[in-house]
């Protein structure tokens, strides 16, 4: 009982899988001699495990026929049945008969059919692609290998060309205007097993296949490079990965099959329109073809392009452009570009930009620009920029940056920047020469010239100091000091212990210059601007401020540890009401003064500050 459930089960699969295979694509052998049709079409349909459906005043009752065929599709075994004089298609599990029309007396076209076979092992290949390069006519062989083509009669010379990944090249040159079936067979490409890049010979060959007719075929092997075994330079990132999306997003999945399959093939055109990636004068082969004019009604889709393009939405393309592209939201490359290329919200550039890059809000280089690049919001370069990156708030090069960095909020180099940085708050570099960064705040790890800012740091060879010290005003004093010798920042705060007469505490900034005397001594001059707070009074916007200019010598003590003194000038003025502060010790130069255009008073003194520094001395 058990063996006869299992040979049962192993039917009824097997009848399943056979099913789950449309009935004309099915593989049958059969021996069928001198039978007539109607016997015949029994024992195809016995073979296939299918129903035929027709009309018997299709058959010819008295015809027989003798054919021997092995593991071959059923379309085939009707081809010679019928020898074309019957058309056929299937539904469901049932193949359906008709009478072939009469052929025109001139038809503008002829179908093509058959299947793409594996050289070596007769398996029929899936997703195989097949074109006709002057028409762009193209398909792709359906999961049983199978393809379906109707191609112009007035062509002087048909040239079928087959491709598929892993596979020698075909060209296949169709001499008969009639419709007719062709299998083609292709050979798997060999591994490469030598790593000198050679070009592979040109072989023509006879087809073993005949057509049905008698018509002979010659396949031409067409040249293929060896794979490419270099590994990425560049990860994937979330860019690539948002461009990959929005490719799959607009292409078809065929198109998507011929980009892969004709990697190696790249077709020319003078111009093409389109409406969309799949419908226009380039038909699916659009992944594959460079244009020299390209006018896009919505959403464009090539190779290359080699001197105009322009996009109501979007342009996608493959490779190169050269020339001015436009889009009215995006552009999105997979190569380089050479010329203008604006963009209404984003550009997305693979690889080089040797030119003009606008966009409305985002642009993105996937290596190096050489030329300007504008952006509303953004601007990023993975590599080095050459040129000018403006950008409303960020402009990022991840190598080095020679011309100038605009931005309304950040630049960031990875490297060194040959040039200028200005932007409204940060500016970021390794090395900066031949121009200054002016910002906010500038960082760089060493610098040529000035940087000009509120907060600035140089991390090689610049001037930092944290200073604790005291003046006539403050008892403690917390200083640091930051920039270049040439000209530092100075950010303080000072507090009394809430000594009688002195502020609750201060705040300033300020500016200074040093001078080498001798190798353990600087002469350093510095402006400060402080606000005193007296946190006894309530808040208001009156002033009740102090500038100090300060003459300090700084000697050295050890490697990082100097001592800093020196006399200072001070100003004080205060329109709240609120007198001099304490000051000891100090030497009076005016008291109480009052002006004719405020309500301030002032007051004038000689002072005097010393403080321990830490610091690159």
């Known amino acids: 009982m058990r063996y006869l459930v299992s040979l049962v089960c192993f039917f009824t699969i097997g009848q399943l899988l056979a099913q789950s295979t449309p009935p004309l694509d099915r593989l ?30 299709i058959l010819e009752g008295n015809a027989l026929v003798t054919i021997r065929l092995t593991n071959v599709p059923v379309r085939d075994v009707l081809n010679r049945v019928f020898q074309n004089r019957v058309t056929f298609k299937s539904r469901g599990n049932h193949i359906i008969l008709l009478r072939a029309e009469r052929p025109e007396t001139a038809p503008k076209n002829f179908l093509l059919d058959g299947y793409i076979l594996d050289e070596q092992t007769g398996e029929r290949i899936a997703q195989a692609s097949i074109f006709e390069r002057t028409t762009l006519a193209s398909t792709v062989s359906n999961p049983f290998g199978y ?3 109707r191609l112009p009669t007035n062509l002087p010379s048909v040239r079928l060309d087959v491709r598929k ?34 070009l592979p010979p040109i072989r023509v060959t006879e ?78 082969l659009s992944g594959r073809i460079s244009n020299r004019i390209s006018v896009n009604a919505l959403v464009g889709y090539s190779f290359g392009v080699r001197a105009f393009e322009i996009g109501g939405l979007m342009n996608l393309v493959r490779a190169d452009v050269r020339g001015v592209q436009a889009g009215g939201l995006a552009n999105i490359i997979g190569g380089k570009v ?58 990022t090069a991840g190598q080095s940056v020679k011309g100038v960095q605009l931005a309304g909020l950040v630049n960031y180099a990875q490297r060194d920047v040959k040039g200028w940085q200005i932007s409204g708050i940060l500016n970021r ?17 060493s610098a040529g010239n000035v940087p000009i800012g509120l907060i600035s740091y140089v991390r090689k060879g610049g001037f930092q100091r944290f200073e604790v010290g005291s003046d006539e005003v403050n008892l403690l004093n917390v200083t640091v000091r930051t920039g270049v010798r040439r000209l530092y920042n100075i950010l303080t705060a000072g507090y009394s212990f809430e000594r009688e007469g002195s502020p609750g505490m201060s705040a300033g900034y300020g500016l200074g210059t040093a001078f080498v005397l001798s190798p353990k001594t600087l ?6 601007y402080h606000h005193l707070f007296n946190f006894n009074k309530p808040f208001t916007d009156e002033w009740n401020s102090q500038i100090r200019l300060s003459t300090l010598v700084e000697t050295k003590l050890s490697r990082h540890m100097a001592l800093a003194f020196g006399p200072s ?8 009401g609120t007198d001099r502060p304490l000051i000891q010790p100090a030497i009076p130069l005016f008291s109480d003064r009052t002006d004719s255009f405020s309500n301030a008073r002032h007051w004038g003194w000689i002072g005097f500050h010393i403080g321990l520094r830490y610091g690159n001395l």
């Not at 002469?523 to 400060?528: K, V």
Request: aromatic letters at 6%.
């Open 28 to 57: 049958i052998s059969v021996d069928i001699r001198n039978e007539k049709v109607e016997n015949a079409l029994r024992q195809i349909s016995n073979a296939g495990r299918f129903d035929f459906s027709y009309s018997a005043t």
């Open 147 to 149: 393809y379906r083509l």
């Open 165 to 198: 990944r892993d596979y020698l090249g075909e060209t296949v040159i169709i001499r008969s205007r009639l419709p007719h079936s062709l299998s083609i067979r292709m050979t798997p490409q060999p591994l490469n097993t030598s790593t000198v890049q050679a």
């Open 207 to 284: 087809d073993t296949l005949q057509p049905v007719g008698g018509l002979a075929t010659v396949a031409v092997e067409m040249p293929t490079l060896p794979a490419d075994s270099t590994p990425q330079q560049r990860p994937i990132s979330i860019l690539d990965k948002g461009r990959d999306g929005i490719t799959r997003l607009f292409v078809s999945a065929q198109q998507a099959i011929h980009d892969v399959n004709l990697n190696r093939d790249t077709l020319y055109r003078d111009w093409q329109v389109s409406f969309l990636p799949f419908i226009g004068t380039n038909l699916r």
């Open 338 to 395: 050479n010329g203008v290329q604006v963009g209404g919200l984003i550009n997305y550039v693979n690889q080089d930009v040797q030119g003009v890059q606008v966009g409305g809000l985002v642009n993105t280089i996937g290596q190096s620009l050489d030329g300007a690049q504008i952006a509303g919001l953004v601007n990023y370069t993975n590599q080095a920029v050459d040129g000018v990156q403006i950008g409303g708030l960020i402009n």
């Open 429 to 445: 570099a390794r090395h900066v020469s031949g121009g200054h960064q002016i910002g906010l705040i500038n960082i760089a790890d």
């Open 523 to 528: 002469f350093t001059l510095e402006g400060t």
């Open 569 to 576: 000038v001070n100003w004080y003025f205060s329109s709240d």
